[in-house]
């Protein structure tokens, strides 16, 4: 569900090392071509109230002062803010006008931690569109430089909250200019900022599943018909997020997982229960 016309204005105005590809094949006297790096784009959308351009300059100093920015390289227009930070190209376009309504409708249907997010996002006028860039082997990190200048963004714009499209992700402002601050602080983890955590119960059954640990190039995650409480079940599916996010442990078929709060879990890989298309690691809780 990515903003094609953004992404294609982002190709046109990135270093064309970003995106290169090798369009002339070698003469037998040149050298043998480099392989073209992949990159990782890890992005979202700061829903605004209003159809008002963000004042980048104001906001980039913000993101200096307040959330700890070093910047290397600027561009700025009256609708962009393009930078790099620590070997990072990150972008910010305004655009004047609100996303798709069955799209918010479809995200605010899944934001249990935002239950009025149907009525309060859908009255967003316009978007800035956030887009960090990096290296696929540090997909941590990009998500640690999206949350704090998303949470810049938020606390520096007339803003009602935020969409990661890749997750359905829709939280609100409050929300998550709090977990970015922390995160900041006190270097913990916003995995409700970057993970989805979903639960149902049904003839005395809980399930639940996880939907954005691909981001991070790991497995999805769910717990099948527990005889335990949904609360517990959604705790559970936390902690094991939080535990491979953090460590970067890609789950084996048949191998336990030890978790952060040194619960061991059985691990069994197999097509998903929810996910259509999807193999999942299925915990034994």
Same mark, same amino acid.
Request: net charge positive; proline share 4%; hydrophobic share 40%.
């Given at each position: ?10 190709? /046109? ?6 995106? /290169?590809?090798?369009?002339?094949p070698?003469?037998t006297?040149?050298?043998? $071509? ?26 980039? *100093?913000?993101l !200096? ?5 070093r ?9 962009t ?6 070997g990072?190209?990150v972008?910010? *376009?305004y655009?004047? =006008?609100? %996303?798709? $309504?069955?799209?918010?409708?479809? /995200?605010a ?7 009025? /997010? ?24 990009? =998500? !640690? ?34 977990a ?6 006190? #270097? ?9 955590f ?8 809980s399930?639940g =599943?996880?939907?954005?640990? !691909? ?25 094991? *997020?939080a535990?491979?996010?953090?460590? #970067? ?8 997982l ?12 197999? $097509?998903?229960?929810v %996910? ?10």
């Open positions: 569900m990515r903003h094609l016309l953004l992404f294609a204005a982002l190709v /046109a105005f990135l270093p064309s090392t970003i995106f /290169a590809q090798t369009t002339k070698p003469t006297a040149s050298p043998a $071509p480099k392989a073209t790096v992949a990159q990782k784009i890890v992005t979202g959308s700061v829903l605004l109230n209003e159809r008002t351009a963000p004042d980048f300059k104001a906001l980039l *100093a913000t !200096k002062t307040d959330w700890k920015f910047i290397d390289s600027v561009t700025i227009n009256a609708k803010l393009v930078f790099t930070t620590a990072t190209t972008t910010l *376009a655009l004047d =006008y609100a %996303l798709a $309504p069955n799209e918010i409708k479809a /995200a249907n899944l934001s249990w931690l935002w239950r009025t /997010a149907a009525q309060e996002a859908g009255r967003h006028q316009a978007q800035v569109v956030i887009s960090v860039i990096g290296s696929p082997v540090r997909a941590l990190d990009l =998500y !640690k430089t999206f949350t704090r200048i998303a949470g810049g963004t938020l606390e520096n714009t007339r803003s009602i909250g935020i969409y990661m499209n890749n997750q359905y992700l829709l939280l609100a402002k409050g929300f998550y200019t709090a970015a601050h922390n995160m900041l602080t006190n #270097n913990s983890l916003p995995i409700y900022c970057w993970v989805h979903g639960t149902a119960e049904a003839d005395g059954k399930s =599943y996880t939907f954005g640990l !691909k981001e991070f190039g790991l497995s999805e995650m769910e717990i099948v018909q527990s005889a335990r409480p949904t609360s517990e079940v959604h705790a559970v599916l936390y902690d094991a *997020a535990t491979v996010i953090e460590y #970067n442990t890609k789950v084996r078929d048949g191998q336990p030890t978790t952060r709060e040194d619960q061991q879990l059985s691990v069994k890989l197999s $097509p998903s229960a %996910l259509e298309g999807q193999t999942t690691a299925k915990l034994g809780f």
